[in-house]
């Protein structure tokens, strides 16, 4: 497949960027598929008159987002689009299908616990009081994207492990006659421990996306506390900002 790409040499936008804008906007659209090789450097430089270190700095943008991999005697290929998630309140299995991600879980832990202070405050408990602990790995094309801990008030729904694995947990609750209203959620980064880095497939040290967040049904409870980390080389949050009038 022949990509159509061009560049604008009057435009300030630097020529790589705009190049590595128009392959990734290719790899996000579905026009390169995961797998398909991006083709050789020299004869993509040849065709769009540019050089080829511009060519290979538009490439290694894309290799340093996890778009693209350079393999030694196959060439440059196409890895996986970045999964871009809206904030708003849905789940990360129906953001991944919604992609076309082909999610899957593992569940690592399904289990009860007693509150901590912290998970206790959150869900509106008494600390010391009985919840249910999950934690599952999720994964995209067979590769890890994250990793979900999730606490939830006791006999809130039936948390059937089989059915983790296959579904996610904001349909299980919707399945169960649950209407999710609101959720109070933050976002940061820190680098990964050694646990971490190997469940996520990252060198330890590695940044990671975190998310904490804590979700209310219709009637004001609280029946949800996940803390998460994510892959930022397969994952972002999108956010829309609106000027206050």
Same mark, same amino acid.
């Given at each position: 497949?022949?990509l159509e790409l061009?560049?604008?040499?009057s435009?300030?936008? /630097?020529?790589?960027?705009?190049l590595?804008q128009?392959?990734?906007?290719?790899i996000?659209?579905g026009?390169?598929? /995961?797998?398909?090789?991006?083709g050789n450097?020299?004869?993509?430089?040849?065709?769009?008159g540019l050089?080829?270190?511009?060519?290979r700095q538009?490439?290694?943008s894309?290799v340093?987002k996890?778009?693209?991999?350079?393999?030694?005697?196959?060439?440059t290929?196409v890895?996986?689009?970045?999964?871009?998630? /809206?904030?708003?309140?849905?789940?990360?299995?129906d953001?991944?299908e919604?992609a076309?991600q082909?999610?899957a879980?593992?569940v690592?832990v399904?289990?009860?616990?007693?509150?901590?202070?912290?998970?206790?405050a959150?869900?509106g408990v008494?600390?010391g009081s009985?919840?249910?602990?999950?934690e599952r790995?999720?994964l995209?094309?067979?590769?890890?994207?994250?990793?979900?801990?999730?606490?939830?008030p006791?006999?809130?729904?039936?948390?059937?492990t089989?059915?983790?694995?296959?579904?996610?947990?904001?349909r299980?609750?919707?399945?169960?006659g649950?209407?999710?209203?609101?959720?109070?959620?933050?976002?940061?980064?820190?680098?990964?421990t050694?646990?971490e880095?190997?469940?996520?497939?990252?060198p330890e040290g590695?940044?990671?996306?975190?998310?904490?967040?804590?979700?209310?049904?219709?009637?004001?409870?609280?029946?949800e506390?996940?803390?998460?980390?994510?892959?930022?080389?397969?994952y972002?949050?999108e956010f829309q900002?609106?000027v206050?009038?």
């Amino acid at each position: 497949m022949t990509l159509e790409l061009s560049v604008d040499r009057s435009s300030p936008v /630097p020529l790589y960027f705009q190049l590595s804008q128009q392959l990734e906007a290719a790899i996000e659209h579905g026009t390169l598929t /995961p797998g398909s090789l991006l083709g050789n450097e020299i004869e993509l430089a040849a065709r769009l008159g540019l050089s080829r270190p511009t060519v290979r700095q538009a490439i290694q943008s894309l290799v340093d987002k996890g778009l693209l991999v350079r393999r030694r005697g196959v060439g440059t290929q196409v890895v996986h689009s970045q999964v871009k998630r /809206p904030l708003e309140l849905s789940s990360l299995y129906d953001d991944l299908e919604a992609a076309g991600q082909r999610p899957a879980t593992k569940v690592l832990v399904n289990t009860v616990l007693s509150a901590t202070a912290e998970i206790a405050a959150a869900l509106g408990v008494a600390e010391g009081s009985d919840v249910h602990q999950v934690e599952r790995l999720r994964l995209a094309h067979g590769e890890p994207m994250a990793y979900l801990c999730n606490y939830l008030p006791p006999a809130l729904l039936d948390l059937d492990t089989p059915q983790l694995e296959t579904t996610g947990l904001y349909r299980m609750m919707r399945a169960a006659g649950i209407t999710l209203h609101s959720a109070r959620q933050s976002i940061g980064a820190r680098a990964a421990t050694a646990e971490e880095a190997e469940r996520l497939a990252e060198p330890e040290g590695a940044p990671l996306l975190t998310m904490q967040r804590v979700t209310f049904d219709d009637t004001g409870r609280a029946v949800e506390y996940g803390t998460h980390t994510y892959r930022p080389t397969r994952y972002s949050f999108e956010f829309q900002l609106l000027v206050r009038p």
